[in-house]
C-alpha cells in the first residue's frame, strides 16, 4: 500500500470518526413539570443523571432536583423555568451550565464554566475551580470556595451566608461585588416540604395594597394558611395568616416602595405537616399596578 493511499484512509477515518462522533450528540428537553427523574417529562427520551459531553439539555418548565447531576455537556435553565431541589449539581471540566432561570441547589461544584443571569443558588457551598460569570446573584449558603478558579461578571454579585474562602491563585473579575454576611436561607426546607399544586395570582388593590389569591384543592385541608414576603428574594417574613375555609383564599398585603417584590404561601396541616405552594415574582410599575409571574416550584 503507498503512502498516498494510507493517507487517504487515514483522512477517511478521521471524517468518518468526527461525523461519528457528532450523531451521537443529542438535545434533551422538558415538555412539562415534574421531578429531574421522571422520563415522563423529557423529549425525546430521560437523558439521565450524567449529562454527557456533546449534549444540550434545556430545561424549559418547573422542574424538582430530586437526584444529583453531573454536567459534561451543556445544560441551559430557561428564562421563565426553574431548577430546584435538595440535590448537588458538579460541571465538569468539559461542562457548561448556562442559567436564565432560578436554580437552587444542595451544593454546587464547578470545574468548567457557569454563566448566570438570574438566580443561581447553593444551599451549602458552592465549590469553583473553574470559571463563574455571573451578571445577577450566586448565593452561597455556607462556603463561598474559590480553588484557584475565576469569579466574573458585569457588575454581578456573589453573597456567602458563612465565609468566603479563596486560594492564592484565584481570579476575581473588576466589576463583581462579593459579600460575606449572615442571611436567612428559606430554601433549605426545600426537601422537608411538601409541594402542592396550586396557582398564585397577585394584584393590585388600590393605590397602597396588593391582593394575593391562592388556589388549591390542597388548601381545605390547611389548618394554617401563611404569607411570606420579600425585598430580595432571599429574606422572608411574613406579613398575613389565615386558615383557609375552601380551595381559594385572598390574603393582602401593603404596597412597599420597592419595586420588585417576591411573594410565597406555606400552610400546616393539623398534625404540623408543612406544604409548599408557588412563588410569584411581582414587578410594579409608577401605578401601582402589578405583574406576576410564577418563578419556582409550581405543577
Same mark, same amino acid.
Not at 454563566?115 to 465549590?127: F, P
Not at 457588575?155 to 476575581?172: D, E, L, M, Q, W
Not at 419595586?259 to 409548599?276: E, F
Given at each position: 500500500m503507498n503512502n498516498l493511499t494510507t493517507q487517504k484512509l487515514i483522512l477517511v477515518s478521521l471524517i468518518a470518526s468526527i461525523l461519528g462522533g457528532n450523531a451521537y450528540a443529542t438535545t434533551y428537553k422538558t415538555i412539562s413539570h415534574g421531578k429531574f427523574s421522571d422520563e415522563n417529562i423529557w423529549q425525546p427520551t430521560y437523558p439521565g443523571n450524567i449529562l454527557k459531553a456533546g449534549d444540550s439539555v434545556f430545561i424549559n418548565s418547573q422542574v424538582v432536583l430530586n437526584i444529583p447531576i453531573a454536567v459534561e455537556g451543556t445544560l441551559f435553565i430557561e428564562k421563565g423555568a426553574a431548577l430546584q431541589g435538595n440535590k448537588e449539581i458538579r460541571v465538569a471540566k468539559s461542562g457548561l451550565l448556562e442559567n436564565k432561570g432560578n436554580t437552587v441547589v444542595k451544593r454546587l461544584s464547578? %470545574?468548567?464554566? +457557569?454563566?448566570? $443571569?438570574? /438566580? #443561581? $443558588?447553593?444551599?451549602? $457551598?458552592? =465549590?469553583?475551580?473553574?470559571?463563574?460569570?455571573?451578571?445577577?446573584?450566586?448565593?452561597?449558603?455556607?462556603? #463561598?470556595?474559590?480553588?484557584?478558579g475565576v469569579l =466574573?461578571?458585569?457588575?454581578?454579585?456573589?453573597?456567602?451566608?458563612?465565609?468566603?474562602?479563596?486560594?492564592?491563585?484565584?481570579?476575581?473579575?473588576?466589576?463583581?461585588?462579593?459579600?460575606?454576611?449572615?442571611?436567612?436561607?428559606?430554601?433549605?426546607q426545600i426537601d422537608e416540604s411538601i409541594y402542592c399544586n396550586a396557582s398564585l395570582n397577585v394584584v393590585a388593590g388600590g393605590s397602597d395594597k396588593v391582593l394575593v389569591e391562592i388556589t388549591s384543592t390542597s388548601l381545605k385541608n390547611m389548618e394554617t394558611v401563611i404569607l411570606e414576603k420579600s425585598i430580595d428574594g432571599k429574606i422572608f417574613y411574613k406579613v398575613a395568616e389565615a386558615k383557609a375555609e375552601?380551595?381559594?383564599?385572598? #390574603? %393582602? =398585603?401593603? +404596597?412597599?416602595? $420597592?419595586?420588585?417584590?417576591?411573594?410565597? /404561601?406555606?400552610?400546616? =396541616?393539623?398534625?404540623?405537616?408543612?406544604?409548599?405552594?408557588? %412563588?410569584?415574582?411581582?414587578? +410594579?410599575?409608577?401605578k401601582s399596578e402589578t405583574l406576576s409571574m410564577l418563578n419556582r416550584i409550581s405543577y
Open positions: 464547578n %470545574e468548567g464554566k +457557569i454563566n448566570n $443571569e438570574l /438566580i #443561581l $443558588e447553593a444551599m451549602m $457551598e458552592v =465549590d469553583n475551580s473553574g470559571v463563574i460569570n455571573n451578571t445577577a446573584t450566586t448565593f452561597a449558603g455556607s462556603t #463561598l470556595l474559590n480553588k484557584g =466574573d461578571g458585569d457588575k454581578g454579585s456573589y453573597f456567602s451566608n458563612n465565609t468566603v474562602i479563596a486560594s492564592p491563585n484565584s481570579i476575581y473579575g473588576k466589576d463583581i461585588n462579593v459579600f460575606q454576611a449572615s442571611f436567612t436561607n428559606p430554601a433549605v375552601n380551595s381559594t383564599l385572598l #390574603l %393582602e =398585603d401593603r +404596597i412597599a416602595m $420597592e419595586n420588585t417584590l417576591w411573594y410565597r /404561601i406555606s400552610a400546616y =396541616d393539623l398534625s404540623g405537616k408543612q406544604y409548599q405552594f408557588p %412563588e410569584a415574582l411581582v414587578k +410594579i410599575s409608577d
